[in-house]
């Protein structure tokens, strides 16, 4: 299957820092990714949609000031947390699919868990 | 709000037992359906997908999908220790093509 690539795996930082994660589609274009995030014993929660080249999609309740998207090329998008708090401590996974067909099997990074402390 | 639900477990099997993990979805116009394996701390593994109505066999997995009950299983034939882990269903949102998926059922096989 498709490999999707993500860094860091974990980050522990201080209250205020702003964290990025990286997610990079090694064999294919990706012009489609997602990012969820994931709190222990519960499922994974959509954050935001976001397409090559145009402006994330993000979820209710998300606030998209804080989770800011990149994805300016079509093999790599980015999440920045922005002033990370504890309480944005959780897993982050990102998952892309490579083309536009909506029954593309989406490929997930290996995740990100961030611990704010 | 659509919704995916599943009995979040724990499901506890023998091993060599089939374990039968059930899922139901709201969205009566989803189109394509996904199984997931999370191991703890691991990030979803694709483990079925199905499309049309029926069963889908892929080694000791068989996926069944009935529409008109809104209903999509897995089945795990032959249960291993190393099938421990959560499995997660999920459904395409046919508007935006997004993946929604339900809370998860935990298995446990014990040997």
């Known amino acids: 299957g498709a490999v999707v690539s993500q860094h860091p795996s974990r980050v522990i930082c201080k209250s205020g820092t702003s964290v990025k994660i990286e997610c990079r589609s090694l064999?294919?274009?990706?012009?489609?990714m997602f990012w969820y995030r994931q709190f222990p014993k519960q499922s994974l929660m959509l954050m935001a949609t976001?397409?090559?080249?145009?402006?994330?999609?993000?979820e209710q309740g998300v606030e998209k000031d804080k989770f800011l998207i990149n994805h300016a090329s079509l093999t790599l998008s980015t999440l920045t947390v922005a002033s990370a708090h504890p309480e944005d401590s959780s897993f982050y996974i990102c998952?892309?699919?490579?083309?536009?067909?909506?029954?593309?099997?989406?490929?997930f990074g290996s995740g990100t868990q961030l611990s704010v402390l | 709000q659509k919704e995916v639900e599943q009995n979040s477990g724990p499901l506890s099997v023998p091993e060599g037992a089939i374990a039968s993990l059930n899922c139901t979805y709201s969205?009566?116009?989803?189109?394509?359906f996904f199984w997931y394996r999370q191991y703890s701390g691991k990030s979803p593994e694709l483990i079925m997908f199905?499309?049309?109505?029926g069963d889908k066999e892929d080694g000791r997995f068989t996926a069944q999908l009935n529409k008109a009950s809104q209903y999509v299983s897995l089945l795990i034939r032959d249960s291993q220790p190393s099938d421990s882990a959560t499995y997660l269903c999920?459904?395409?949102?046919?508007?935006?093509?997004?993946?929604?998926f339900g809370q998860g059922t935990e298995l446990s096989v014990k040997p």
């Open positions: 998952s892309a699919r490579s083309t536009g067909a909506i029954n593309e099997k989406l490929f």
């Open positions: 199905i499309y049309s109505n």
């Open positions: 969205d009566r116009g989803s189109q394509s």
């Open positions: 976001s397409n090559e080249g145009s402006k994330a999609t993000y």
């Open positions: 064999d294919f274009q990706a012009t489609t």
């Open positions: 999920a459904v395409n949102d046919n508007q935006g093509g997004k993946l929604i």
